[in-house]
C-alpha cells in the first residue's frame, strides 16, 4: 500500500489543527505489527487526539481520513447534509469485526435518540481504498464478504445531524458499553461536526482537552488563612 492511494481523501475544505506527522500507511502498519499484544478496546476512538490511542499512533492521521471529502461524500448517500462524527476504531483483521458484527454488537453501544447513523468501512490492507457507507439498519456480516479476512479495516461511526448523543451514563447504550467493554467511555468522548448544520442540540464541546490536573482539596486556600 502506497500513500498515494490515499491522496484522494483530501480534507473536506480543511486542514487539521495539526497535522499528522505518520503516514496513513505506516500508522497502520504499526498498530498491525503489534496487533497481538494490543486490546481492541484501545484501538476504539482512534481518531481522537484527546483519546487514548496517542499512546499507540498519531490520531491526526486517522482524524484525517473521518474529514476527508470521500469519507464525507459517501456518508451523505445514507445520512445528508448533516453529520456527526462520535466514534472510529481501527480492526487489524477484517475477521475481527466480522465476529463483532456476528455478536449482534454494532448498534449496541450508540446512545442516540432516535437510534440512527452509518458505518464508512474503509479497507486499508491493499491499494486505492474506497470507502463503502452502510446504513445502521443495514450492517450485517455480510458487508465484509468481499474483503480479505486478515486486512486491516478501519470503520467510522456516524449519526445524522437530527439525531442527539446521549452523555447521560445511564443511557442503556453506556451501561452495556461499560459491562462488555470497559476500557471504552463514550460519554465523555468528543463530536465532530463533518458536514452540515447540528440540529438536535448535541454537546459539541465535552471531550475536546485533557482533564486540567488538580490537587486534592484540603483547608482553606493561603490568602483565607491570613498567611502571605
Known sequence: MTDIAFHRLELAGREPLMPGQLSVSEAVARIVAQKATIRQERLSGIHNPWGHAIGLTDPWTFLGICESQAVVDEARSILGPDIILWDSELFPEARKYAQFLREGREGRYWPVRPLAGAIVVLGIGGAGPRPEAISLNDVQESVLDRRDPLDPIYVIR??????????????????ACMEEQVLINYANRPLWLLSGVDRANNDLVTGFSLAAPAWASGGPPAETRGET
Open 158 to 175: 456516524l449519526l445524522p445531524g437530527i439525531s442527539h448523543f446521549d452523555r447521560n451514563p445511564l443511557h442503556p447504550a453506556h451501561r
